[in-house]
């Protein structure tokens, strides 16, 4: 994706960590992992978001984006949207190895376990890039011990869109340290709008017809009494799948205030 090979390096900035591209991986023309390392001053809660960005001649050009990896990672990984003319990734797609990129030094967030009352299953509905936060909760040893079962509805357009598709798959099979746990309690529910695919429909279809319960335990419908759900993508998802819950009699959690459910758009747009 890039033809270059001298790695980019910027100016220091007091309000920011400069982090080193440690590796790239490019999913499609317009979807990309990369990791940084971390500083170690950096905290976060699995599930949060901060801002990264590269120096415009004015000042640094910034971006929210959720952490990928757990909370307990070296490295800090990111799963990133390639917009054509997006003023952030046009410039952050052709990153290569070796480049530097500014690290905000505080991370954020709702997708968190601790904006969640105690339950038995856990949903994470994610469509597109909202998959990312979802990587890093599901590879938190934390939320297995929390959770009894832990499924993952990822929605894209495309089949090159479903990012991860292996790793998912297997139940993070070789993850040092989830992968019993996720042999038994991890379920993957890929859905492609846009090609043939044996899951095509939306997520809000999922709910109520029963697809979203394919071989889990329980009841084949959400309830509050012990589900928890986390929903990270396009506004419409959100929107959609809230509703629903709340017609059912689920409540929207914060980290103030835990509830049944939390939300994160995945951008604003
Ligand atoms: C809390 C939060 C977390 C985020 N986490 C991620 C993340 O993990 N990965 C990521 O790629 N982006 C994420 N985003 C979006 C990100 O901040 C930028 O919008 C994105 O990187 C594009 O930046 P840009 O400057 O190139 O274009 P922008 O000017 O920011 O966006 C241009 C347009 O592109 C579309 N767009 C932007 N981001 C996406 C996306 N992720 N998927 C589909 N369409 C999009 C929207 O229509 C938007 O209006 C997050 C946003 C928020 C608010």
Redesign the pocket.
């Known amino acids: 994706m890039s033809s270059r090979t001298e790695a980019v390096k910027i100016a220091p900035n007091d309000a920011f960590n400069i982090q080193t591209v440690l590796w790239v991986k490019h999913w499609n023309e317009h979807l990309f992992s990369f990791a940084v390392d971390r500083p170690a001053s950096l905290r976060f809660r699995s599930g949060e ?1 901060v801002m990264i960005g590269l120096p415009t001649e004015a000042r640094p ?1 910034l ?4 952490i ?1 990896s757990p909370s307990y990672s070296d490295e800090l990984e ?4 390639a ?1 054509p003319d ?5 410039r ?1 797609r052709h990153i290569i190895a070796g480049d530097e990129i500014y690290l905000a030094r505080k991370t954020t ?1 709702t997708l968190v376990a601790d904006a969640l009352t105690p339950g038995k299953r856990l949903f994470l509905l994610a469509t ?2 909202g998959l ?2 979802f990587l890093s909760i599901m590879r938190d040893p934390d939320i297995y011990e929390r959770y009894e079962q832990v499924v993952i509805v990822h929605s894209v357009r495309h089949l090159s869109d479903l990012a991860f598709r292996d790793v998912l798959e297997s139940r993070l099979a070789g993850d040092p340290l989830v992968e019993e746990e996720a042999a038994a309690k991890f379920r993957y529910l890929p859905i492609v709008t846009r090609e043939p695919f044996p899951r095509q429909q939306r997520i809000t279809t999922l709910m109520e017809n029963g697809g979203l319960f394919e071989g889990i335990d329980g009841e084949p419908r959400l309830d509050p009494a012990h589900d928890r759900v986390m929903m990270c993508g ?1 506004m419409d998802m959100i929107r959609d799948c809230s509703a629903i819950l709340e017609r059912l009699g689920f409540e929207e959690g914060s980290n103030a205030k835990p509830a049944d459910f939390v939300i ?6």
């Open positions: 978001f050009l971006r929210a984006y959720s990928a990111f799963l990133s949207i917009v997006g003023p952030l990734t046009s952050l967030g597109g890039t990312a936060p396009s994160e758009k995945a951008f604003v747009g």
